[in-house]
């Protein structure tokens, strides 16, 4: 199909939230759809109304468009080869599984649960290595290949239930490449005859999945490692239905594991291991429970991106940091790893700390902002960018903001003793003094104005930074780690500036821990 313009396609089953191994294959279909210049397909494959979750697809669709995943044809913009939802392709599949059956690849089956399960029974008591309908247990069973077609023709139309099932040939070997893996050999004996159709009209995922991907020329399938197993049967149905030239190429995924590497990461995760699998927060409809995502943690969407992308390939010029465009730039599937990728929260955070630092500050003051609101405080929006630019150094989430510079809008009521016992003494009033007077006449508090201020002004009076700085930031803060002495005061500004160091020289000349050294 090498030919042909590049088609991929997510297709997630609406039975829950989309899990962040789920957002890393859509991620994965994009770029190599971007960096081939060919078309992303978002499908929903909701045969099994049985699991179907509402609203579900609308967290899929949501949750994909705030990571920058954008879709070219899909269930909410259409397409030219929709329907894009499985439910409303009902009445197509029908006449594959009946091509499948006059082709004698398919047969009807009929038996019921507790057939099914005696079946398994038997199977266990006699050790079978393998547990399931195939060659050599579908000649014991209730199916078109055992009864006259008469038989099947009479039940099939008085309506009894039945199942079309796949028939695997025996003693013979599956041969597909796999874009990750190489090539992979599997004997048909391991296989069974997976169910296809079922008597209520619905296909099942295998059928439905092979049909839905020639009709939409699908030209690479790229899904996790978990579908594997499944690839075999479906490089069958493109043989039998006729399509072996309009075969996909294969990639499968490696799985997600957990931080420890013992196991995949898997939905019942979220939270329980102190941080979210979902990119958004999930409330389940039926049994009310919510999980936190990654939006709500207070992670940005490309650094987000930016983490799942690394999980599981190394771009060629090893860079971490990347833009998406950057990332479409550098993707191919040949550098996807086989192995699992282990999830690692703090590398999450990392990489929210470096976009952080990125960030626009007039962006992230809009986003401070409300909460300066829940604090009641006002600030002028200038104001507020300027101590987000400050901040955004020093904080990985927006909401670490006020914990780490709630100073810049309110003065200190407390202050570091074990600073002040240390460094107060009878002569530091005295330099401080000097120091008000200089404040009281100085005018540019510009960044580079009061660096050289202070510099200056330490110089001119033969004072030791080390009595001078450490006492200021306790001054105008109340702790001794925060930002440069400089920055506060260009921040503060003069007025507020001159207001704290007189408060705290009338607090620090009372403080039991004055000494009388000087």
Not at 76 to 93: A, L, M, T, V
Not at 467 to 475: K, Q, S, V, Y
Request: proline fraction near 4%; charged fraction near 25%.
């Amino acid at each position: 199909m090498s030919d042909q313009p590049v088609r991929v396609r997510f297709a997630p089953s609406p039975t829950g939230p989309l899990h962040i191994g789920g957002v890393r294959t859509a991620l994965y279909n994009f770029l190599f759809a971007k960096k081939n210049n060919g078309s992303f397909i978002i499908r929903i494959e909701d045969t099994d109304q049985s699991r179907f979750v509402q609203g579900a697809e609308q967290y899929i669709l949501e949750a994909l468009q705030w990571c920058g995943i954008q879709h070219n044809e899909g269930p909410d913009i259409g397409g030219r080869y929709g329907p894009y939802r499985q439910s409303e392709r009902k009445n197509i599949y029908l006449k594959y599984a009946e091509q499948l059956l006059n082709s004698g690849n398919a047969y009807y089956a009929f038996d019921t649960p507790e057939e099914l399960e005696d079946m398994r029974q038997r199977l266990k008591t006699t050790g079978s290595q393998t547990i399931q309908y195939d060659s050599t247990t579908r000649e014991a069973m209730k199916n078109s290949l055992t009864m006259s077609s008469e038989e099947t023709k009479t039940r099939v139309e008085s309506g009894d239930h039945y199942v079309i099932r796949i028939k695997i040939p025996p003693n013979e070997e599956v041969h597909f490449s796999d874009l990750i893996r190489s090539e992979v050999i599997v004997s048909t004996n391991q296989m069974d005859d997976k169910v296809l159709y079922k008597s209520d009209g619905m296909p099942t995922y295998h059928l439905a999945n092979v049909v839905d991907d020639y009709l939409m020329k699908i030209t690479h399938v790229i899904r996790g490692e978990e579908w594997l197993p499944s690839a075999p049967l479906h490089w069958l149905l493109y043989q039998f239905l006729g399509w072996k030239k309009e075969m996909p190429e294969f990639a499968h995924l490696p799985l997600l594991l957990r931080p420890d590497g013992n196991g995949k990461l898997s939905k019942r995760d979220g939270d329980r291991l102190g941080f979210p699998v979902f990119p958004l927060n999930w409330k389940d409809p039926q049994t009310g429970e919510e999980s936190t995502g990654f939006r709500e943690r207070g992670f940005f969407s490309d650094a987000f991106v930016n983490m799942i992308a690394l999980l599981g390939w190394n771009p060629p010029s090893h860079k971490e940091v990347m833009t998406l465009e950057e990332m479409i730039g550098e993707f191919s599937i040949e550098r996807v790893h086989k192995a699992g990728a282990k999830f690692d929260f703090e590398k999450a955070k990392y990489f929210n700390h470096e976009y952080m630092k990125k960030k626009d500050s007039k962006d992230l003051a809009s986003a401070f902002e409300k909460i300066l609101e829940e604090k009641h405080i006002t600030a002028t929006a200038d104001y507020s960018e300027k101590v987000c630019g400050v901040l955004k150094n020093r904080c990985t989430f927006i909401s670490e903001f006020w914990e780490n510079g709630y100073f810049f809008f309110e003065a200190p009521e407390s202050f570091d003793e074990s600073v002040i016992s240390k460094k107060w003494n009878n002569s530091s009033g005295i330099k401080f003094e000097i120091l008000l007077d200089a404040l009281s006449s100085h005018n540019d508090f510009s960044l580079a104005g009061t660096e050289k201020f202070l510099t200056a002004l330490l110089e001119e009076n033969d004072l030791k930074a080390g009595d001078i700085l450490p006492l200021l930031r306790i001054m105008l803060i109340g702790i001794k780690n925060g930002p440069a002495v400089f920055e506060l005061i260009s921040l503060l500004g003069k007025e507020e500036t001159i207001v704290r160091i007189q408060k705290a020289i009338e607090i620090f000349n009372k403080s039991i821990y004055r000494t009388e050294k000087g």
